[in-house]
Each structure stands twice: as C-alpha cells, then as structure tokens.
Nanobody
Framework: HVQLVESGGESVQVGGSLRLSCAVS????????MGWFRQPPGKGREGVAI????????VSSTSVKGRFTASQDIAKNAVYLQMDSLEPEDTAMYYC????????????????WGQGTQVTVS
C-alpha cells in the first residue's frame, strides 16, 4: 500500500529557503519515479522536479532550475525538495507523487499523491 505524506511547507519571506520532505511507504523510493508538483491558487498543477529512481538523478523544470533541487533517500524511504531564492510566484500547494510508468513532468503519469503542503512566499 503506497502512501505519501508531505511536510515542511510554511510562510517564508522573499529570498528565503525551505526544504520539503515526503515520507513514502510502500518501498518505492529508488524503484519508481518520484516527482514534485505544485498548484498555485486558481491555477493548474505544474511539475517542478522529477527523480530518476535508478540513479537518483533529479531534473528541475525551467521555471525553478537553479533554485529548486530534488533528492531521494532510499534508506529513509523519503524524497526532498530544497527550495532556495524563493519568489512570490512560488506560492502554491506542493505535492509529491509517484509514477509507476514514465519519469516525466506530466502529472497524468503519476498514480500516487500526497495530500500536499502549503508554501507561501511574501
């Protein structure tokens, strides 16, 4: 049974940093693609980072490249999103998700989702 639980979201000032965590049950970290997505108020869901399971290599979207870094810890069954130089446009609900199919930024490929954690930048 796969469960994902995000934490670490909070209100932060412009230019600040946050580290989001996603605790994963179901022994899938390192075996399946993990992704981080966000949904700003009134907007659609956007992929911000994906983690390739075999290598742990992470790719960030162009909108956050150079500021956000995703990582995984197989021993802890967790994935993380380090967010630096935060901007008001980063305000959103952030979700981690797992894909049993392809490692892409398209949320349609992700079958398992956490409940989200709110990040507010002002």
């Amino acid at each position: 049974h796969v469960q994902l639980v995000e934490s670490g979201g909070e209100s932060v000032q412009v230019g600040g940093s946050l580290r989001l965590s996603c605790a994963v049950s179901g022994n899938i970290v390192g075996r399946h693609c993990m992704g981080w997505f966000r949904q700003p108020p009134g907007k659609g869901r956007e992929g911000v980072a994906i983690i390739y399971p075999e290598t742990g290599a992470a790719v960030s979207s162009t909108s956050v490249k150079g500021r956000f870094t995703a990582s995984q810890d197989i021993a802890k069954n967790a994935v993380y999103l380090q967010m630096d130089s935060l901007e008001p446009e980063d305000t959103a609900m952030y979700y981690c998700a797992a894909s049993m199919l392809m490692c892409v930024f398209d949320s349609e490929y992700y079958a398992y989702w956490g409940q989200g954690t709110q990040v507010t930048v002002s």
